[in-house]
């Protein structure tokens, strides 16, 4: 065998979680190989190791996984220039990046003070409500290392999955609010999320309890593509 069909029978074993055991048995090779390269790809984040220290699938491989495919990009634009219409403020579409989230694409504002987001910029995966959404339903082991260095907290994203989107007050960035809410692919997993910005002056405190059905409405329009 190669490398690269060593590292995918690795990736094989673990798709419901494996010990260095299971890994060794599930995947025939030697031990000192098997723990090597598992090593390797959880260095990449192809692998991670949750609480009981058993490798798991990494969240890279949903990365490469959500590369915004032409027909998501097609449809979002006049989904994100009906939900500008309806809520009056910019929308935006992210997919993760890493510890990133990538804007790939935008309605904006035409005029009046607005939150403008150029389609192409990278913003934190630690901060806004956008962030919160693709984190939400990630697995907890893969969220965990984030977490100090986020302006939320678990607690927030637990809220975000209980009630299907999430808002923030300026924690990006000061004087801007925002609401997100989840994309998903046929499967029902997040593969980005949907959302609007602006000035707090105009979405106020609770920028959910006036936007939020509308962000929702959105997900859905570009879900199961």
Not at 100 to 107: D, G, K, N, P, T
Request: proline fraction near 6%; hydrophobic fraction near 45%.
């Amino acid at each position: 065998m190669g490398v690269l069909d060593k590292a995918v029978a690795i990736l094989e074993a673990t798709v419901e979680g494996a010990s260095l055991a299971e890994l060794v048995e599930r995947s025939g090779l030697p031990r000192a190989t098997a723990h090597r390269l598992a090593q390797a790809l959880e260095v990449h984040r192809l692998l991670i190791r949750d609480a009981q220290g058993r490798w798991r699938p990494g969240p890279r491989l949903a990365e490469f996984a959500n590369a915004a495919p032409d027909v998501l990009l097609t449809a979002a634009a006049p989904v994100l220039a009906a939900l500008r219409d309806q809520t009056g403020e910019s929308a935006q579409l992210y997919l993760r990046r890493a510890d990133e989230r990538l804007c790939v694409a935008a309605a904006e504002r035409a005029s009046g003070l607005r939150d403008t987001v150029p389609v192409g910029a990278a913003l934190p995966i630690s901060a806004g409500s956008g962030a919160q959404v693709l984190l939400a339903w990630e697995p907890p082991e893969a969220v965990v290392t984030l977490l100090p260095r986020c302006r939320f907290t678990a607690r927030t994203l637990a809220e975000v999955r209980r009630r299907g989107w999430a808002s923030s007050v300026a924690e990006r960035e000061p004087g801007v609010a925002s609401v997100s809410a989840p994309v998903r692919d046929r499967g029902g997993r997040v593969i980005a999320a949907v959302g609007i910005s602006g000035p707090i002056e105009r979405l106020g405190r609770r920028p959910g309890d006036r936007h939020a059905i509308a962000v929702v409405r959105a997900g859905h329009r570009l879900s199961g593509l």
